[in-house]
């Protein structure tokens, strides 16, 4: 890798005490990013996806190894709010608004009213949602809930969108028009965010990202790195491309040995 990474990941084990015993959940990972990357974790249920992206996100702490955001501990990046985190629910407040929500961290930071106002719009207008602005969370669908959650993850410009398994929840064909609109949500957005994207859905990790991350369980280690190289901007054709075919392959036959 030629540019210094945004994120280095340093032989990262984690264990974790439950019920008297030890679960192993990642065993010596390392990983480097660099900025600007989309980058898919995927692999079985209980292989540590969600543990690695927690590690990164200063959400859980590393038992051994070393992680670096931006040269800093991950602690540091949370303080210096460099991520914005999307969850598989969307995790709104029933009682604001729209608009209220996206401008909620903007809030917290303390920020003036007309930066919250200017920055909400451009916001809710980036994932297509500048005309409900004024509804509530429970007057929308859940792609659309998910798109609010994804303009107030990008409400501060982090330069780290941590996603786990943000379109789970969604039926196939909303979660296929979702992942395009990340796409230029991404593409739209005003500096070079890197993704982290924790998924179970092969073709959505092909068709998202750079670079997939195949992981294999008990305990927790990354089995195969596969470099997605798909032209952008990608759509329809993409999915329907012999490439995509190709790279769904050898990210399932990964899986299959892991
Ligand atoms: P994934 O996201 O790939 O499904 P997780 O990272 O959630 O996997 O979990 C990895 C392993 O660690 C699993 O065996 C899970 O049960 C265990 N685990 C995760 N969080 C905890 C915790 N807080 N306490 C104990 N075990 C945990």
């Known amino acids: 890798m030629t540019t210094a990474p945004i994120i280095a990941i340093d032989h990262v084990s984690k264990l974790y005490?439950?019920?008297?015993g030890t679960v192993n959940a990642l065993h010596d990972v390392s990983l480097s990013i660099a900025p600007g990357e989309f980058i898919s974790l995927i692999g079985p249920s209980g292989c540590g996806k969600s543990t690695l992206m927690r590690l990164i996100g200063d959400l859980e702490q590393p038992s051994s190894g070393?992680?670096?955001?931006?040269?800093?501990?991950?602690?540091?990046?949370?303080?210096?709010?460099?991520?914005?985190?999307?969850?598989?629910?969307?995790?709104?407040?029933?009682?604001?608004?729209?608009?209220?929500?996206?401008?909620?961290?903007?809030?917290?930071?303390?920020?003036?009213?007309?930066e919250r106002h200017e920055r909400a719009d451009a916001m809710l207008r980036l994932v297509g949602l500048h005309e409900f602005g004024d509804a509530y969370p429970w007057q929308l669908s859940g792609g659309m809930q998910q798109r609010v959650s994804i303009a107030r993850?990008?409400?501060?410009?982090?330069?780290?969108?941590?996603?786990d398994e943000p379109f789970g929840a969604l039926d196939e064909i909303t979660r296929e028009r979702m992942q395009a609109e990340l796409l230029l949500i991404w593409g739209g957005a005003d500096t070079?965010?890197?993704?982290?994207?924790?998924t179970h859905s092969i073709p959505e990790a092909v068709f998202l990202?750079?670079?997939?991350?195949?992981?294999?369980?008990?305990?927790?280690?990354?089995?195969?790195?596969?470099t997605i190289d798909l032209p952008r901007p990608r759509d329809i054709v993409t999915r329907e491309s012999p490439r995509f075919f190709e790279l769904v392959t050898e990210v399932r036959e990964s899986l299959r040995e892991s």
């Open 209 to 226: 990202s750079d670079r997939v991350v195949v992981m294999s369980p008990r305990p927790g280690r990354i089995e195969n790195v596969v």
């Open 192 to 198: 070079d965010t890197t993704v982290i994207f924790v």
């Open 153 to 163: 993850a990008l409400s501060f410009s982090p330069s780290i969108l941590l996603m």
């Open 17 to 20: 005490q439950s019920n008297g």
């Open 66 to 114: 070393a992680i670096q955001v931006k040269s800093k501990p991950p602690h540091r990046a949370r303080l210096d709010r460099d991520y914005g985190i999307v969850f598989q629910a969307p995790v709104l407040y029933d009682w604001r608004t729209v608009r209220k929500n996206v401008e909620l961290p903007l809030e917290v930071m303390g920020r003036g009213a007309p």
